[in-house]
């Protein structure tokens, strides 16, 4: 099970990125996957999740300028990110694991039902 995020950079404030996440290794089309960030100092955070079955979760700190999607025929789940914000700087990563609200926001309790962390993509927003 791997999975590998990309597509991070620098944006300024109130700027816009996508990120993309490939999946190998596992039957991508039924696996939930999740995005989490991690900042210089923090603790990893849940962000936003996609089921199977395209239901989705996102935490209140992107909610409204983030959006999650899934390309089952390309293995990839994306991650389009407006209204960027200086607190959204930090390493994203992609991982495999049950999307349910609770389970995303406490990473500390939960990290470990998630599998496949690849290295994570630098996002940077500058204001």
């Known amino acids: 099970v791997q999975l590998q995020a990309s597509g991070g950079g620098t944006a300024q404030s109130g700027g816009s990125l996508r990120l993309s996440c490939v999946g190998s290794?596992?039957?991508?089309?039924?696996?939930?996957v999740a995005w989490f960030r991690q900042a210089p100092g923090k603790e990893r955070e849940g962000v936003a999740c996609i089921s199977s079955s395209e239901t989705i979760r996102y935490s209140d700190a992107v909610k409204g300028r983030f959006t999650i999607s899934r390309d089952n025929g390309k293995n990839t789940v994306y991650l389009h990110m407006s209204n960027l914000k200086a607190e959204d700087t930090a390493i994203y990563f992609c991982?495999?694991?049950?999307?349910?609200?609770?389970?995303?926001?406490?990473?500390?309790?939960?990290?470990?039902?998630?599998?496949?962390w690849g290295q994570g993509t630098q996002v940077t927003v500058s204001s």
């Open positions: 290794g596992f039957d991508f089309g039924w696996a939930p």
């Open positions: 991982a495999r694991g049950p999307c349910i609200g609770p389970i995303l926001n406490n990473y500390r309790e939960y990290g470990s039902k998630f599998s496949g």
